[in-house]
T-cell receptor, first 115, second 113 residues
């Protein structure tokens, strides 16, 4: 049973550039959430996708956007990168349809460095 | 708004000693509570969770936690530490339902031989 997968594992960008991160949820899961984990901090919620729509959003600017595809995979896009966007980006999946949506399973993350 | 406070950013124990990692939460509704572990350069792995029912929950790798509503706490324990337990531990809370996790800042556990 494949768990949550994310790509790429590492990424280096320069200020002002745009980046796209990808996530495939755990088999049978329909909901994808994205979190940002700055160095030495706990993860912070960015947004959640279900049925290809953004359902909830944390306190992040519009530079952060996302998408969910019909196969439940998801992308996180960040425009106009800032140095402060350097972090580990974590994808988590859960299953709303099965009624266990409270339990989120995390992928290994994408480490983004903005220079 | 929900919040989580993890007391002690770094805890150090000897191998074989009791592990106690503290977590206090704030929530206006009955919470769902979670402990996750993060090994270096990896994602988060679910250790255990409390949703309803028995307040003492057992997780993987010999860890357990007790939900104490009166103390708004959900401390994580393990009777005997092993070297492989060295990692970062995060406590998290969510509302009942499909709401995002709110994490504490984490506690780094070191195990001394």
């Amino acid at each position: 049973d494949a768990g949550v997968t994310q790509s790429p594992t590492h990424l280096i960008k320069t200020r002002g550039q745009q980046v796209t991160l990808r996530c495939s949820p755990k088999s049978g899961h329909d909901t994808v959430s994205w979190y940002q984990q700055a160095l030495g901090q706990g993860p912070q919620f960015i947004f959640q996708y279900y049925e290809e729509e953004e359902r909830q959003r944390g306190n992040f600017p519009d530079r952060f956007s996302g998408h969910q595809f019909p196969n439940y995979s998801s992308e996180l896009n960040v425009n106009a990168l800032l140095l402060g966007d350097s972090a580990l980006y974590l994808c988590a999946s859960s299953s709303l349809a099965s009624g266990t949506q409270e339990t989120q399973y995390f992928g290994p993350g994408t480490r983004l460095l903005v220079l | 708004a929900q919040s989580v406070t993890q007391l002690g950013s770094h805890v150090s124990v000897s191998e074989g000693a009791l592990v106690l990692l503290r977590c206090n939460y704030s929530s206006s509704v009955p919470p769902y509570l979670f402990w996750y572990v993060q090994y270096p350069n990896q994602g988060l792995q679910l250790l255990l969770k409390y949703t309803t029912g028995a307040t003492l929950v057992k997780g993987i790798n010999g860890f357990e936690a007790e939900f104490k509503k009166s103390e708004t706490s959900f401390h994580l324990t393990k009777p005997s530490a092993h070297m492989s337990d060295a990692a970062e531990y995060f406590c998290a809370v969510s509302d009942r339902g499909n709401t995002p996790l709110v994490f504490g800042k984490g506690t780094r556990l070191s195990v001394i031989a």
